[in-house]
């Protein structure tokens, strides 16, 4: 069938409003007919003998990966290591006994990924993929290969397929955490009753949409930026950053906010822009702080957050675009649709080529 953009000026645009379906069509997918259970092939690999996960994957995919690591250490307790493909194929690492491979491929046919993927064939029980695409060669030389169905991606940067990896690596954690027995069954329930929301609260979040487009036109005369983010939001703000480079061409980097002094400080200054990406979880207090150093250095804050957050902190910044509230656990994928409408505004405001960026291809199968 053919894929058209029904109505909207570019894939990307198109792709980024479809997630409150696609993430919904995976939700009922992946979901008992209650919503209470998940449901996942009967061939799945047992979380409880698993020692550890090893993931691996390129560009947006990777970050879905250190997302999930993320989700998978926190909620069940398991070590994972998070690599990209084209580093861990060289490598040539050791992969211990009880080791889970997992690989992340929109296509599933990213030459790495899939050259990574031989690697481990002989050398672990299992080889997990989850890919968009389900006939790919990735999909095909898995053990199980569970589909995100995101549908067709066009856009060259990667926006639905994201997010929907996110959805099914969470709840591959949360299978993960129930099988080791880390969650309560109360905490599960409600993480699956924010999982259900998500789609609605997703489309309360694109209600931002024109206030994104607002601050973007400002940001597209920058020639860099700068994404913080602690915790869960550490992966999102490379994902950013990543993002706004792809489409608009703008110098983006992301460092984990405690990072900050340890070299991206020296770039503060009134020309460049840092992009806060922060919920008010645990850890908002001290992302303040580190607000509060780039601002004490004249540097303008974009703080993405909620409303309790912007209450605390959004005093003295530049601009603020305000969340709705959700369980922290589920941030990364609420705060990717600000992320990715930030790039597309800067990059439509600069008059880039948003689906076909320059130089990159939207599967990238040779090396
Ligand atoms: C290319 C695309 C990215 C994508 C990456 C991995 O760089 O431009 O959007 O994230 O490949 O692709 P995959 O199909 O393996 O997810």
Known sequence: ARVDKAGHKHFMAKEIAEQPSVIGAALSHYLSADGRNIVLPDTMPDFATISRLTMVACGTAYYACLTAKYWFERLAGLPVEVDIASEFRYREPPITPGTLALFVSQSGETADTLA?????TDRVDTILSV??????????ESDLALPILAGAEIGVAS???????????????????HARGQIDDDRLADILSSLRALPSTLNTAMERNTQIRIVARQLSTSENALFLGRGLMYPLALEGALKLKEISYIHAEAYASGELKHGPIALIDDTMPVIVMAPCDALFDKT????????????RILLISDARGIATAGDGVWQTVSMPDIDPILSPILYALPAQLLAYHT?????TDVDQPRNLAKSVTVE
């Open 288 to 299: 303040v702080s580190n607000m509060q150093e780039v601002m004490a250095r004249g540097g």
């Open 131 to 140: 890919v968009n695409v389900a006939e790919s060669s990735i999909a095909r």
């Open 116 to 120: 990574a993927l031989r690697y481990c």
């Open 347 to 351: 990059a439509v405001a600069k008059g």
């Open 159 to 177: 926006t639905k397929a994201f997010t929907c990896q996110l959805t099914v690596l969470l709840l591959l954690a949360l299978r993960a955490a």
